[in-house]
């Protein structure tokens, strides 16, 4: 141990080095209780140990020696714990975990502090046999991958494990032993004293999992921050120079009440500029990838003014690589958009993650589909924004009328969250969810709420994953249609919450209105067949233009009428056909583009990352 600690930092050149574990989080933690023992369970090869205190550690060296090492030395030398590793097994994965401890670099200046700062909390790092056997670190990193993996972890094979740390440190570390390839072997070695400028993020993810672990804070909070620290790292301000560059990451991103950002700090657009310009927007823009902020302004040179008009009552956008489904969040009046939706070229699609929405899982639950799809000039807005070249490529314009349904649902949540009528009103000291706004979605409600009971129950098993009743297991297409014609609804979806009904019904009419796009909505049977086909979902029921429907055009007038209330749209509203049937008895795309039934092929990659054919367009949002 001694030729280890006295060798420590050859770590920086030697790639290898026999034998030892170290343990920090802002520097090295003296006195922290360690444990090894196998990942998958079995006895501790080390409970109890310790890393070294500072005297112990002075104590190995020569009198005076000490005294003449460097700080960087001092540092590097501290926090080292003695591991068994002749019962170390290469292949087999183990769970180091710290506890305690002294923290002697706590304000992160390269030099030794006077005394350690106490650390409460526990952090962790899964590393195989082998690994242990040389040098390795406990980081705050190590216990963000090990958060990231964690929630698989039950599922995963050794092999799969291997892929998951090797992807995770990819997101968040860059090649430390320079030998090309960026893998779990990169992270092992990561050092906060050395390698700060290999972690590939801003400082503030690395600051927010110490804390956590320092404070002994909740371990949803540990577990948050530590996969946003992975998932997030890669992510960065469209435009570096711009006003928020460096309030953005850190505003868009809260755990806990310390992180949020007020109101005075991250402003609303419309709170300083009357109308927004798309470059005012690209200002409130991050990224995981350059591609996107150039695909995502081109989209927005293109929209109508009245998605820029509805990005007033946002505070920022996110789009990145990991972002499935798109959501938006009151806490922060935030967006954060799936990049499925802004790609145009097949790299950039290989860029970015193909796991499912969540929610696809659930679909299984129940014995009908629904299914939607925006029509206009004859072809569904989702099919034809997949049609692509011979490259694999599209154009800006397929995409258009695509993303702006996106768009116009989730700058719905935005205004209905912060009207632009509150801006005067507002109260800066406050983050966006402190202030005391009534939400328009609950006044809908309360005028006009929904009433279908079965409905309510279908759309907690779909949306958000509840145990199906024997009744929800079995109704059919033909019930659910008929529940839904006698409510007052345009979507399925409205029924899951009463903010998602709100944005529903502006989403349809402002599809209508800028594009002269169609709103399809039917129940069919769920097919059983493993190779689907589009006319294997035959209409049971099925409604296009809902939105006109007496009951329905009601409510969207009142939301109208409170989200814009210097805008008249009924002459709008009225030149939108009237709501008609689609024929029962016919497959979903025989209806559309007549016989002989139109099979579209399966995508390579499915709408929402998952492969199903490009004409199921399911109303996850």
Not at 29 to 43: E, F
Not at 210 to 228: C, F, K, S, Y
Not at 343 to 358: G, K, N, T, V
Not at 422 to 432: K, Q, T, V
Request: aromatic share 12%; hydrophobic share 40%.
């Amino acid at each position: 141990m001694l030729r280890c600690l006295r060798r420590f930092f050859f770590l920086l050149t030697i790639p290898v080095f026999q034998g030892c574990l170290y343990v920090e989080l802002y520097g090295p933690v003296t006195g922290a209780q360690v444990t090894i023992a196998p990942l998958r369970g079995g006895v501790p090869l080390l409970e109890n140990g310790r890393s070294r205190s500072l005297t112990s550690t002075q104590i190995l060296f020569a009198e005076g020696q000490w005294e003449g090492f460097s700080d960087f030395e001092r540092l590097a030398l501290m926090g080292a714990v003695d591991v068994p590793k002749d019962q170390f097994d290469d292949d087999t994965y183990y769970l180091v975990t710290a506890r305690g401890g002294l923290d002697w670099d706590y304000d992160q200046d390269g030099v030794l502090d006077n005394r350690g700062e106490e650390v409460l909390g526990d952090w962790h790092g899964i590393f195989t046999g082998a690994q242990l056997k040389r040098v390795t670190r406990l980081s705050v990193l190590s216990e963000a991958v090990y958060q990231e993996v964690l929630p698989d972890l039950e599922n995963l094979d050794d092999a799969e494990l291997a892929r998951a740390l090797d992807e995770a440190t990819q997101r968040s570390v860059s090649d430390l032993d320079t030998d090309g390839v960026v893998n779990h072997s990169d992270l092992v070695r990561w050092s906060t004293i050395a390698h700060k400028d290999n972690f590939r993020g801003a400082a503030f993810w690395a600051d927010r999992l110490r804390r956590d672990v320092e404070l002994d804070l909740d371990d949803e909070v540990t577990a948050i921050d530590g996969m946003q620290l992975v998932e997030r790292a890669s992510w960065f301000p469209a435009r570096p120079d711009g006003p928020y560059a460096d309030l953005l990451l850190p505003c868009m991103s809260p755990v806990v009440f310390p992180d949020l950002c007020s109101m005075a700090e991250m402003p609303l657009l419309g709170q300083q500029i009357s109308q927004a310009s798309v470059e005012d927007v690209m200002n409130r823009v991050v990224v995981s990838h350059p591609w996107m902020s150039v695909r995502f302004k081109a989209l927005l040179e293109r929209m109508p003014p009245m998605v820029l008009t509805m990005m007033q009552s946002l505070t920022s956008i996110a789009i990145g690589d990991t972002i499935r489904p798109s959501y938006f969040t009151s806490f922060t009046n935030s967006m954060y958009l799936d990049a499925d939706f802004v790609w145009l070229r097949a790299e950039e699609l290989a860029s970015i993650s193909q796991e499912a929405d969540f929610r696809s899982e659930f679909r299984s639950s129940v014995v009908f589909s629904s299914l939607w799809r925006y029509v206009l000039d004859g072809d569904s807005v989702g099919r034809s924004a997949y049609d692509v070249d011979a490259n694999g490529n599209r154009t800006v314009d397929q995409l258009v009328p695509f993303t702006a349904s996106l768009l116009f649902h989730e700058l719905a949540h935005a205004n209905d969250a912060i009207p632009s009528r509150e801006f005067g009103s507002l109260d800066i000291s406050l983050a966006p969810f402190q202030q005391n706004i009534p939400r328009i979605a609950e006044e809908l409600t309360e005028a006009s709420p929904l009433l279908s009971p079965e409905l309510f129950g279908v759309a907690g098993v779909l949306f958000f994953g509840d145990t199906p009743t024997e009744a929800q297991s079995s109704y059919t297409a033909q019930q659910i249609g008929s529940f839904f014609e006698s409510d007052r609804s345009n979507d399925l979806y409205s029924f899951s919450t009463q903010f998602e009904d709100l944005a529903m019904l502006i989403e349809e009419f402002m599809m209508a209105v800028y594009f002269g796009a169609e709103r399809d909505l039917a129940f069919t049977p769920l097919p059983t067949t493993d190779d689907l086909r589009c006319d294997d979902y035959v209409i049971s029921w099925g409604e296009r233009n809902r939105i006109t429907t007496p009951a329905v055009r009601e409510r969207l007038e009142f939301v109208l009428a409170r989200l814009f209330p210097d805008q008249d749209f009924s002459t709008l509203i009225d030149a939108i056909p009237d709501t008609t049937d689609l024929p029962s008895g016919l497959g979903w795309c025989e209806y559309l583009y007549g016989p002989p039934a139109f099979f579209a092929p399966l995508r390579k990659t499915g709408l929402r990352g998952y492969q199903e054919p490009m004409w199921l367009e399911q109303p996850f949002r």
